[in-house]
């Protein structure tokens, strides 16, 4: 005699189950591009059918969107966390600083310069990437902001030192997938000085709360 038992399928929570689809396919951006992100491709990933996951995602181009969106949030809240914040504005700034150079920040600037040049063509990754773009500005505008308003800093228009920060941490980045020489002190700092220049702090200041932070 001979028997057998039906295993029992386990039906996931639709948020969890979608939650679980982007992330998979957020994980497959930062580490392959988003040219990667296939339906068939995260249903492998996931050893499920392919219909599930269209399901909640009825094409890529959706996918490939919010997949962009949740690593470059991810990374902002890991960089910028939203309030409320316990450290000096100034070591705030410092700590951006410091984590927004060198080969641990290599991934997200390959996943933005990839996301900036598929937007052309992808209408909901270029409506992801303006969002993002904003929440980007808006998150260190807000950091500007409150180290005004704590004395720390100096400036009329924090918008504006804000997108210059941002302009040269996206013009150090331009080169990431090249292999080129190591970029000199004063260049890799770049971003260092100019906050400091514009924000009315002294040359160096921005270096050493991040060493201690």
Known sequence: MSSSVQRKRIRKDP?????EIVDTAAAIALAE?????????????????????SHYFPSA?????????????????RL????????????????FLDHTSGEAYDAISR?????????????????????????WRG??????????????????????????????LDGLSVDVNTVSPELPAAVHRMAHRTAERELGLDEGELERPAATG
């Open 80 to 95: 910028l966390p939203p309030k409320p914040h316990d450290a000096r504005p100034v070591e705030r700034l410092a700590r």
């Open 15 to 19: 948020a969890a189950r979608r939650a």
């Open 139 to 168: 998150r260190l505008e807000g950091l500007v902001q409150d180290g005004v308003a704590a004395g720390e800093f100096r400036t009329e228009n924090p918008l504006a030192v804000a997108l210059q920060i941002l302009v040269v």
């Open 33 to 53: 591009g988003l040219e990667c992100i296939t339906l068939r491709r995260i249903a492998e990933e996931l050893a499920v059918r392919p219909g599930l996951i």
């Open 111 to 135: 996943l933005w310069l990839n996301a900036r040049h598929l937007s052309r063509y992808r209408p909901p990754l270029r409506d992801r990437l303006a969002l993002q773009e904003a929440d």
């Open 61 to 77: 181009e959706e996918l490939v969107a919010e997949a962009f969106g949740s690593a470059a949030t991810g990374e902002l809240d």
